[in-house]
């Protein structure tokens, strides 16, 4: 099985923010975890793009869907887990939209062939 782990945002303290997109089409299994400090408060979901780009890879994916059994709230500062979700996606990214005052770091974490 191949590993992908991806450091999917990086010490961001924006309103909103979400993470490049991951292609997804031969992955199965995913999971990410938030490390966040200070006064953070927010909601980590993962979300998912069947977009079909033909593989042209300046092409980014436009219709985003959140994964309704992936997200978590954060509420201070601390470690926080989405845990293992099946994938059937052409893309998955991971969002983040703050509401406090904190930081946070996402890893993004996939099995697949």
């Known amino acids: 099985m191949r590993q ?37 408060a927010g909601t980590l979901v993962i979300q998912a793009s ?4 033909s ?14 059994t992936a997200t978590v709230s954060v509420a201070g500062a601390g470690a926080y887990l989405i845990p293992t979700i099946t994938l059937c996606y052409q893309y998955v990214r991971v969002s983040y939209t703050n509401t406090g005052a904190g930081t946070i770091a996402v890893t993004f974490k996939a099995l697949g062939d």
């Open 4 to 40: 992908v782990h991806i450091q999917a945002l990086a010490s961001q303290t924006a309103a909103t923010v979400n993470s490049a997109a991951i292609p997804a089409m031969n992955l199965f299994y995913c999971s990410a975890q938030i490390a966040a400090t200070g006064s953070a």
């Open 50 to 53: 069947n977009d079909d780009l």
């Open 55 to 68: 593989g042209e890879p300046t092409l980014v994916p436009t219709n985003w869907s959140s994964i309704a």
